[in-house]
């Protein structure tokens, strides 16, 4: 909780130059960026902290891009099994890696609904930054 609380200022900073992603063409399409075990870890951490799942929580793959700014972007699905009647449900997500000395984790920007509209709007977002998910 408290890597949560601590990336919430440097993203809000981070995130402030950025626009809207509706109908312009203002997301850099990164380079293709191999994610560490370090940085996968981060990856499931974040999305557990923002996830306060009692159920099993299962990670699928998950694909990055590295913008010109050294920006590391992730796309990937999650899905939460077991919890109400045993209800599994496949979603993406998007977020971004932070590594600013102390601070260093990941921070998921968008985690789909489950609605068709949801899921795809991630996955839009997602290939705009060159990442096929």
């Not at 408290?2 to 981070?14: E, G, K, N, Q, T």
């Amino acid at each position: 909780m408290r890597l949560a609380i601590s990336l919430s200022l440097p993203m809000a900073v981070f995130l402030g130059g950025c626009q809207s992603i509706d109908g312009a063409d203002n997301l850099e399409k990164g380079i293709p960026y191999q994610l560490s075990a370090k940085e996968t870890a981060a990856v499931e951490k974040g999305l557990r902290q923002q996830l306060p799942y009692e159920g099993l929580l299962l990670f699928g793959p998950m694909a990055a891009s590295k913008n010109s700014k050294g920006h590391v972007s992730v796309c990937g699905t999650i899905t939460a099994m077991g919890g109400y009647g045993g209800i599994a449900n496949k979603r993406p997500y998007v977020g971004m890696m932070v590594n600013v000395k102390p601070l260093f984790g990941f921070v998921p920007i968008v985690i789909a609904d489950d609605s068709a509209t949801g899921q795809s709007a991630v996955i839009l977002t997602c290939r705009r930054m060159g990442i096929v998910i």
